[in-house]
């Protein structure tokens, strides 16, 4: 199985930035697609951001110019800088991994963090 560890989250005034990280380790085959989802209270899980085994970035409109995802596949790790930090984007982020957990696996199985909370104040 695979083990996702987030850091990075925190409390940070809007405007500012913060930068999240998720390491993966365990038993895979190669690891596919990588991202992050966010949860604000009350709301439903969102995407925020995803990027591709071969680094191909798609990040969600309401972050668009604010957000930007990068991976390390050396360190199975995905990043997710946030600058302009509003409000708005207080929530928990979760990222996740879809990793292939067989030999010929080529779909994969996605894995999830515990979440780290990310709190924007006025």
């Not at 380790?25 to 591709?52: C, H, K």
């Not at 969600?60 to 302009?84: C, K, P, W």
């Not at 984007?89 to 067989?102: L, R, S």
Request: one cysteine or more; a negative charge.
């Amino acid at each position: 199985q695979v083990q996702l560890v987030e850091s990075g989250g925190g409390l940070v005034e809007a405007g500012g930035s913060l930068r999240l990280s998720c390491a993966a380790s365990g038993n895979t085959f190669g690891i596919y697609d990588m991202g992050w989802y966010r949860q604000a209270p009350g709301l439903q899980r969102e995407l925020v951001a995803t990027i591709t085994e071969n680094g191909r970035p798609d990040v969600a409109d309401s972050v668009a110019g604010r957000f930007a995802i990068s991976r390390d596949n050396a360190e199975n790790t995905v990043y997710l800088q946030m600058n302009s930090l509003k409000p708005d984007d207080t929530a928990v982020y979760y990222c996740y991994v879809n990793a292939a957990t067989t030999r010929h696996d080529y779909v994969g199985v996605m894995f999830w963090g515990k979440g780290t909370l990310v709190t924007v104040s006025l």
